[in-house]
Structure formats: C-alpha cells, structure tokens
Nanobody, 125 residues
C-alpha cells in the first residue's frame, strides 16, 4: 500500500489549508483512513479519522475547525483545516488500515500499519 500526501504549506493564524492523500497498491477491502500529526519533540497524535461507512472521529483540539472526508471512488482522503492555530503546526501523516476500525477504536495509532511520508503544515503569526 502506498500513501501520498499533498497540500501542506505555510499559513498565518486563522488561515486555511486542505490536505489530500491518495492511496494505491491494494485492490479490495474495506479501509479506514486517518490523519495524524507530529510536532518537533512531541508524540505523533491523531487528528481525524474516517471509516468507509462515513463514521468520523476528531481530536478535541480540532473539533469544529477541521473536517475529514474521503472519496471512495478514487481512494482519496481529505482534511479541510480552517481557523488554523500555531499549535496545529507539524508534519501531517496519512494512514490507512483494513477494516472499519475508527468507530470501535478511535484514533489509536497502533491499529495503523500503513503510513505516508507526511506533509508539513506551518502556522505562524
């Protein structure tokens, strides 16, 4: 499975970015997908996840500001990020697992084995 993220960049506080992630290398199977992020010196943390049935989960810190969505026809995951804050800065990673696991397990990074290379998001004043 190959995951590729796009859309990172530098924005000012209050700005918006849209990340996308394309998945390839598998031919069938139900998948859940998620975004994690990692700031320098910090643990990788879950941001938002979505099952194939549309079930979503968000970290409390991004609720109301970020929206995760997916296009199952072309295996693409999106993250719409609005009202960005300095603390949103970090490397954002796309991840995938087989099965609808977000509903029962939430943003538990241990359930994910497939990861992209990441895209950097920097929010500054």
């Amino acid at each position: 499975v190959k995951l590729a993220e796009f859309g990172g960049g530098s924005v000012q506080i209050g700005g918006s970015l849209r990340l996308s992630c394309t998945a390839s290398g598998y031919t069938y199977g139900t998948t859940c997908m998620a975004w994690f992020r990692q700031a320098p010196g910090k643990e990788r943390e879950g941001v938002a996840g979505i099952d194939s049935d549309g079930t979503t989960k968000y970290a409390d810190s991004v609720k109301g500001r970020f929206t995760i969505s997916r296009d199952n026809t072309n295996d693409t995951l999106y993250l719409e990020m609005n009202n960005l804050k300095v603390e949103d800065t970090g490397m954002y990673y796309c991840t995938l697992a087989f099965g609808d696991l977000i509903g029962p397990y939430g943003l538990n990074k241990d359930i994910f084995a497939q990861w992209g290379q990441g895209t950097q998001v920097t929010v500054s004043s």
